[in-house]
């Protein structure tokens, strides 16, 4: 079992950054893949980044402009959000599965949640 707590989101204006934080528990991470998922208001969830313990993914609305990052030894896992638009905004998720090269979907453990809002 693996619980995950997101943090780090809040209110920014659009081209602004936020990092959001992903902290594990329970299990060590690093034979885990790790993802990121958004759900904005009125859509449903969908894949924004996931990391492999060899490859890695994004969407293509954010790519180029967030970079997912693992720290095993903290059991942690990054979402870097640059040059943010106003679309970005949305509930954003951390995932966890235990070790596969598929990062798009498909995952097992889901944190709370954390909201990220872009003003424009």
């Known amino acids: 079992q693996v619980q995950l707590v997101e943090s780090g989101g809040g209110l920014v204006q659009a081209g602004g950054s936020l990092r959001l934080s992903c902290a594990t528990s329970?299990?060590?991470?690093?034979?885990?893949?790790m993802g990121w998922f958004r759900r904005a208001p009125g859509k449903e969830r969908e894949f924004v980044a996931g990391?492999?313990?060899?490859?890695?993914g994004y969407a293509d609305s954010v790519k180029g402009r967030f970079t997912i990052s693992r720290v095993n030894a903290e059991n942690t896992v990054y979402l870097q959000m640059n040059s943010l638009k106003p679309e970005d905004t949305a509930i954003y998720y951390c995932?966890?599965?235990?070790?596969?090269?598929?990062?798009?979907?498909?995952?097992?453990?889901w944190g709370q949640g954390t909201q990220v809002t872009v003003s424009s």
């Open positions: 995932a966890a599965k235990y070790s596969s090269t598929n990062y798009y979907s498909e995952y097992d453990y």
């Open positions: 990391i492999a313990w060899n490859s890695g």
């Open positions: 329970g299990r060590s991470i690093s034979s885990y893949t």
